[in-house]
């Protein structure tokens, strides 16, 4: 077990500093007002949402407590929004309940703290009301399709409130902590730039959450960079041997990052030098993808990553017409082929932000680390270094490639850089700086806008503590929080700009549209926890066979729609004996009836789809899957959305009834 021997450092650096002379000159001839009306949005914009009043030591550390209940989960379900919820009595102070998210479809921490404290007949109101303490703002509002979180706060009976942080989607940010100050409860957001202990608390929030935080803020998965080095800065011997550099303690720590990724990343040299397996070395819980980006694909045919049966999916991205009989081959045994027309990292960073990836751990050589770098698409950098000497000079290859920085101040600054110890080696971690991102983020830090103030200048100052950025994550929510105002000016009624809601995931906006959110289902007698659920299990209902019966009972009892997904899925490729023979025919109307009553019995989603149609009659439902072709839009937009038409085929059935 590692231990930390140095806590978080936050340093400042000058918000407008380029990272290149090229960039540099273009930010000194940015226009002065564009700088001034960034500045000047965002700052209001943070400012009206978070300046809060209230908050005490023992409030900090119920959400602290919050963040660490949140981040349990971590490995055990695909990356997602992390939130837990604490309540006590706000007389004596005592917590009667606590609950966090588990992962998307799964029950909300508020309402599973308000179904405990309902199940063991617990009135808050005898107390003198509670205090409801939470990480991350409830999903709450049209955007979202549902109020339950907010509900079930009242229900509990909450006279008070503590939020952690808001959510950083633009459609959901501020509306629960709005909805619940209308209902009367006073409602205590807490503010990173605090002293003590509500600054603290605060700070956690936002590094417990740090990568839906970035995902916003750049349109790209959060991707953390890692490597391991020795002491003078070699990844491998001038013959490439490289296992291993590190010792048993800092591997550990990598799988355990492993797990709490979408993906893992690696380039085709790697693959090739290597031959690695990319897993968690666990069979429980959550494996990520694993990832491969080869242009040419020149990959081995004996890979192990090629073996995705009971281990994890492998995706392979590639550029069009690379080798299409081995293309053949991987998606025969089970591998994901993804042809771009130009594969760089940051096209292949784009596609996994599309998929819904929150996370991506990046684990290639150094070739294709730096142009990684230089596009924007790492955000933070996680660099173990070993006490050992390799030597080799120039013909040892290092962590990262040519970044055509001539001067050392022109280097990068990582900012909230944290040191540990893991064994003998030593673990630093950091943030790229902003004005390297992409996004919103990118553009505030282009425009000069920084926690120092927009004129500040260091020129050409080799002082690190002067250029690294001033509170990363601060920095970050500023970026999210100024999305805002976008997403208020946008009209989405306009007669010759009609946009269409797109949904995906079930924790994203428009996510109450999936049929993986959290909305029980009561079909053919029996209550169902999410649609998918009901979907998955009438594919082997009916069929009179213990392995179809087995199969059924476990998709009906599975924790989260992921988790019945995934056993049907699996289960109709293993025993495809077991699977009814009239499935094909009767997919589509199985899963029109589950939508239909999910949509009837939940006012939520149903108020969300019927606003889809605009005054001219238009309407366009989009489920955004670029994996999918079928049920989905596909990755190129042409797949037949039979997700997307069938909610448009009910939102007219229930606009008639209303």
Known sequence: ???????????????ARAVTATRARETATRRRSTRRRSVRSTRSTAATTTTTRGASEEDAERVIRCCEL???????????????????????????????????????????????????????????????????????GEVAGETRSVEAVVAAGATRAVVGMLHP?????????RAMRERGIEVVVLDPAAEGAEGEAARRCRETNEALLYRVATRLPFSVYKYAMTLDGKIA????????????????????????????????????????????????????????????LNLPEDAKLWNVRGVAPTIVCTT????????????????????????????????????????????????????????????????????????GGSSAPTPLGDLGLDAMHDALPLSGIHLETCGRDILVRGYVPNSQNTGRLAHMASVGFGLRGMDFDVGESADDDERADDGSLI???????????????????????LPPIKFYKAWDEHGALSNFSPFPVSMDGEVWMTVEHYYQAQKFAGVETDTARQIYLDIKNADSPEAAAKIGRGAQIEYPECVRAN?????VQ????????????????????????????????????????????????????????????IRRDLAVDV
């Not at 296992?243 to 990343?265: I, L, M, P, Q």
């Open 70 to 140: 949140a981040r349990e989960c971590e490995g055990k379900s695909a990356p997602h929004p992390l939130s837990a919820c604490v309540v006590a009595e706000r007389a004596s102070g005592r917590v009667v309940t606590e609950a966090r998210h588990e992962g998307q479809g799964a029950t909300r921490a508020e309402i599973a703290c308000a179904n405990d404290l309902a199940a063991r007949g617990v009135r808050l109101e005898a107390s003198g009301g509670g205090t409801v303490y939470v990480n991350l703002e409830p999903v709450h």
């Open 169 to 177: 989607l633009p459609g959901l940010r501020g509306r629960a902590v």
């Open 237 to 296: 011997t001038t013959k490439g041997h490289s296992s291993w550099v590190t010792g048993a303690e800092a591997r550990e720590r990598v799988f355990r990052e492993r797990k709490r990724a979408d993906a893992v990343v690696v380039g085709g040299e790697t693959v090739r030098k290597d031959n690695p397996r990319l897993t968690c070395r666990e069979e429980s819980g959550f494996q990520p993808a694993r990832v491969v980006l080869s242009r040419s």
């Open 590 to 649: 199985v899963m029109r009836r589950a939508l239909l009553v999910k949509l009837k019995s939940h006012d939520g989603p149903r108020q969300l789809l019927l606003r889809t149609v605009c005054s001219d009659g238009r309407v366009r439902v989009i489920e955004d899957s670029p994996v999918d072709p079928v049920w989905g839009a596909g990755r190129d937009g042409t797949g037949k959305n039979l997700l997307g038409n069938l909610l448009d085929e």
């Open 583 to 587: 499935w094909e025919d009767v997919k």
């Open 1 to 15: 077990m590692s231990r930390a021997t140095c806590a978080s450092l936050v340093r400042g650096r000058d918000g």
């Open 475 to 497: 920095f970050v929510e500023q970026a999210v929080a100024s999305l805002v105002d976008d997403d208020e000016d946008n009209d989405c009624c306009q007669m010759d700009n």
């Open 320 to 391: 069009k017409g690379a080798r299409p009989e081995f293309q053949s081959a991987l998606r025969a045994k089970g591998v994901e082929v993804i042809e771009f027309d130009e594969l760089t990292p940051l096209a292949a960073a784009e596609y996994m932000y599309a998929r819904g990836f929150l996370r991506c751990f990046w684990e290639c050589g150094g070739g294709l680390a730096a142009p990684a770098m230089r596009s924007g698409v790492f955000h933070n950098v996680m660099a173990f270094v070993a006490p050992k000497l390799i030597g």
